[in-house]
């Protein structure tokens, strides 16, 4: 199935992936060197063994850092379900804007 440019869906959501780890990187560079915020965000990697994901639209990043804190205190599959669950909105957004063009 193709869309109005001729790119197929799948092929959208791998770009949105490429360009997530640069876009999450950009983000984090605005949250600024925050001690707390890096120190979060290891904690976070080493428990779950992941980066931490959160659809930041609309978020300020006092919010997200507590999102993240909050967020620590799952366990691996409510913790799993909630960044499954970031992960859609995010897409969301983006294929809404895209398609919006």
């Known amino acids: 199935m193709e869309n109005r440019t001729g790119s197929k869906p799948f ?3 791998r770009e949105l992936e490429i ?6 990187s ?3 560079h605005r949250l600024g060197p925050n001690k707390n ?3 979060c965000h290891r904690e976070y ?3 779950f063994g992941r980066i931490f994901i959160v659809c930041a639209t609309g978020k300020s990043a006092g919010e997200i850092l507590e999102i993240l804190r909050r967020r620590l205190h799952n ?3 409510a913790e799993l379900q909630q960044a499954a669950e970031e ?3 995010i897409v ?3 294929l809404k804007k895209w398609i919006a063009g």
């Open 11 to 13: 092929e959208v959501i």
């Open 19 to 24: 360009r997530m780890p640069k876009r999450l």
């Open 26 to 28: 950009r983000r984090n």
């Open 37 to 39: 915020n890096g120190r």
């Open 45 to 47: 990697e080493q428990k």
């Open 75 to 77: 366990d691996e599959a």
């Open 87 to 89: 992960q859609r909105q």
């Open 92 to 94: 969301h957004i983006r």
